[in-house]
């Protein structure tokens, strides 16, 4: 089993950025697809991006095309989410997703191991 950490939310106004890091431990990191999803309240969790285990393939969810950028240092065993020109709808929490394989995941059941989750507010 995986163990993820995530790290970086905060409270910030629209406009601004964000990086989000998930450092895992218990597994091969080189091996894992990582992703990042988010879940506002009231609202299902939702895809926001993924890649592939040696990072040369990532996706992205419509509501973050242009904003955000995922990527991962497997020597660091950590993902990290670049988050940019924040938006009020942006606010939710952030949880970091693992599993053992080699593409892309786009969906929940695609994903083993989960994070706690970190908390990102954008005020308008």
């Known amino acids: 089993q995986v163990h993820l950490v995530e790290s970086g939310g905060g409270l910030v106004q629209a406009g601004a950025s964000l990086r989000l890091s998930c450092t895992a431990s218990g597994g091969t990191f080189s091996r894992l697809r990582m992703g990042w999803f988010r879940q506002a309240p009231g609202k299902e969790r939702t895809f926001v991006a993924g890649?592939?285990?040696?990072?040369?393939?990532?996706s992205y969810g419509d509501s973050v095309k242009g904003r955000f950028t995922i990527g991962r240092d497997n020597a660091k065993s950590t993902v990290y989410l670049q988050l940019n020109n924040l938006k009020p709808e942006d606010t939710a929490v952030y949880y970091c997703?693992?599993?053992?394989?080699?593409?892309?995941?786009?969906?929940?059941?695609?994903?083993?191991?989960w994070g706690q989750g970190t908390q990102v507010t954008v005020s308008s």
């Open positions: 890649i592939s285990w040696l990072g040369g393939t990532t």
């Open positions: 997703a693992a599993s053992p394989e080699r593409y892309v995941g786009l969906h929940e059941s695609e994903y083993t191991d």
